[in-house]
C-alpha cells in the first residue's frame, strides 16, 4: 500500500471496523464517535447508532461536539427521553455494543473519566461519567478506544468511573451485571482484549510499523502477550478518505457556527 496514514487514522479505521453491520451501538463522544460514524459511512450503513441524549438511529452528517449537538437530533429516525433511553432500551438489554473512550484505562478495562490525581485535592478535574457507567455495565459488551500511552494506560487509575472488571479482575462476576464487559480496546499501537481467566488485557494484535517495546513502553503496568499476535490490516485508501472527509466537513461546519 502506498498511501500513507497517521496513527490516529489506524486507531480509528481499526475502532470502525470492529462494529459489524446492523449493531446497535450506544456511542460514546470523542474517538468512539469518529469510529462509529465512519463505520456508517463505510461498511456498516445499518448500525444503528444511540446516543445517552436520546437518539436513535441518528446519522450525523458532521461530528457532534458533544451529546446535547442539534445536529444527532436532527439526523436521528427519533428521539425519545433520556429516562426511557437508559431504563427501556439500555437496561432493557438493547443495546450490542457500548463504544466509550476515557482518560484512564488499567489492565482490567476500568475507565477513569472523573478525576487525575486525589478527588479532594485533583490536579485535573475531568468531565465525570455520564451515563458511561450504565453503558459499561449494560450492554451486551463493550469497545474502547484511545491513544497509547503511560498516561493513559495507568497500573493504578486514580478513580474508577465506569467499571470494567473491577480492580481484581472479579467484579462482573460478583455483582451479576447484564454485559460482559471490555472486550476489544482499541489503541493507536495495538488490539488488546482480556484474557481468558483472569480478564486482564493482553495485546491480540499489533498495527503495522509498530513494535512490541514501543507498546511495552507506553503501557502503565508488564503489559504481556497473546501467545499468537496477529498483525492489524491497514486502513483502505477509501477508508481513509471518507475519514478525512468527515473530519474536513466537521471542522468547517464547526468553524462556521462559532463553536
Not at 121 to 141: D, F, N, V, Y
Amino acid at each position: 500500500m502506498t498511501t500513507t496514514y497517521t496513527p490516529s487514522e489506524m486507531m480509528t479505521v481499526t475502532a470502525a471496523r470492529s462494529l459489524p453491520n446492523g449493531t446497535v451501538c450506544f456511542v460514546g463522544i470523542g474517538l468512539p464517535s469518529e469510529a462509529a460514524n465512519l463505520a456508517r459511512l463505510t461498511h456498516a450503513p445499518d448500525v444503528v447508532l444511540i446516543y445517552e441524549s436520546g437518539t436513535i438511529q441518528t446519522k450525523p452528517n458532521v461530528l457532534p461536539l458533544s451529546i446535547g449537538d442539534g445536529e444527532l437530533c436532527e439526523t436521528a429516525l427519533t428521539t425519545v427521553s433520556v429516562p426511557e433511553m437508559f431504563r427501556y432500551w439500555l437496561q432493557g438489554g438493547k443495546v450490542d455494543v457500548g463504544f466509550l473512550g476515557a482518560a484512564q484505562v488499567d489492565r482490567f478495562g476500568n475507565l477513569n473519566t472523573t478525576v487525575i490525581g486525589p478527588y479532594d485535592a485533583p490536579k485535573t478535574r475531568l468531565p465525570g461519567g455520564g451515563g458511561a457507567p450504565e453503558i459499561a455495565t449494560s450492554s451486551k459488551e463493550v469497545f474502547i478506544t484511545l491513544k497509547h500511552s503511560k498516561r493513559t494506560f495507568v497500573d493504578n487509575p486514580d478513580f474508577v468511573t465506569s467499571v470494567g472488571y473491577g480492580r481484581d479482575g472479579k467484579a462482573r462476576e460478583k455483582y451479576k451485571v447484564i454485559g460482559k464487559g471490555p472486550t476489544r480496546v482499541i489503541t493507536d499501537l495495538c488490539i488488546m482484549a482480556p484474557e481468558e481467566g483472569t480478564n486482564e488485557l493482553i495485546v491480540t494484535s499489533i498495527h503495522p510499523g509498530v513494535s512490541r517495546e514501543q507498546i511495552i513502553e507506553a503501557t502503565g503496568w508488564a503489559i504481556r502477550f497473546a501467545d499468537s499476535v496477529a498483525e492489524t490490516a491497514e486502513p483502505s485508501e477509501q477508508e481513509l478518505s471518507i475519514l478525512r472527509e468527515l473530519k474536513a466537513r466537521t471542522a468547517a461546519f464547526h468553524a462556521a457556527s462559532g463553536a
